[in-house]
């Protein structure tokens, strides 16, 4: 697999369930960072979870950080309709790196 | 919050063509990028700008590519003779320290189609 990858491809769920999202990485990295896509538009930065970071919350967001298993969730609770969009992870493999390496994302639809 | 933004937000040029694509970024970062997503891809980083000049590029950022920082508030990418496979989103970002430090900030992007 490449660096940034998320998994499921898609994920359907109704308004009110939970919706959660991994993401797998394959080198060591500095920080792992969340964003979601509305269609067609640009990039939102949601959440930025540091190596030494085990879980960071941010409204109904949550991210965990697992270093030993190279992977990373983001759990979206109470899910609204206004959450269907891609969301992707994305690294920054080292320090002194300008480049974040993005995953393929995940659709998400949340229907009413 | 702050944004960075991005002009046009759609272009249509035909092939062959040089074309400009415009950021402001955030005003206190001091890095700077262009990435790139071609529809239902992932999105692909190009080229990263920090104290005026380039500090990382890609494979994709060859030749036919060029940035530039004109003055103190804007940040350019210049496609020379483009190609039918150059038509993507194409989005600057912005942040105060490198990707490995800080959150980047992203644009809502420019819609680039080659004809």
């Known amino acids: 697999s490449q660096q940034g990858e998320e998994d499921p491809q898609a994920l359907s769920i109704q308004e009110g369930e939970n919706a959660t999202m991994n993401c797998s990485y394959k080198?060591?990295?500095?920080?792992l960072q969340w964003y979601r896509q509305n269609s067609g538009r640009g990039l939102v930065h949601l959440i930025l979870?540091?190596?030494?970071?085990r879980e960071k919350h941010s409204g109904r967001l949550r991210v965990t950080l697992d270093t030993s298993k190279k992977s990373s969730s983001l759990l979206i609770t109470a899910s609204r309709a206004a959450d269907t969009a891609s969301y992707f992870c994305?690294?920054?493999?080292?320090?002194?790196?300008?480049?974040?390496?993005f995953g393929k994302g995940t659709t998400l639809s949340v229907s009413s | 919050e702050p944004e960075v933004t991005q002009t046009p937000s759609h272009q249509v040029t035909q092939m062959g063509q040089e074309v400009i694509l415009r950021c402001v970024p955030i005003?206190?970062?001091?890095?700077f990028y262009w990435y790139r997503q071609i529809l239902g891809q992932k999105v692909e980083f190009l080229v990263s700008?920090?104290?005026?000049?380039?500090?990382?590029k890609s494979e994709i950022f060859d030749d036919q590519f060029s940035v530039e920082r004109p003055d103190g508030s804007n940040f350019t990418l210049k496609i020379r003779s483009t190609k039918l496979e150059d038509s993507a989103m194409y989005f600057c970002?912005?942040?105060?320290?490198?990707?490995?430090?800080?959150?980047?900030?992203f644009g809502q992007g420019t819609r680039l189609t080659v004809v």
């Open positions: 970002a912005s942040s105060e320290a490198n990707p490995g430090q800080g959150r980047t900030f």
């Open positions: 005003s206190n970062h001091l890095y």
């Open positions: 994305a690294t920054a493999v080292n320090q002194a790196g300008t480049a974040l390496i």
């Open positions: 979870i540091r190596s030494n970071e």
């Open positions: 080198t060591s990295i500095n920080n």
């Open positions: 700008f920090y104290n005026n000049e380039i500090s990382e």
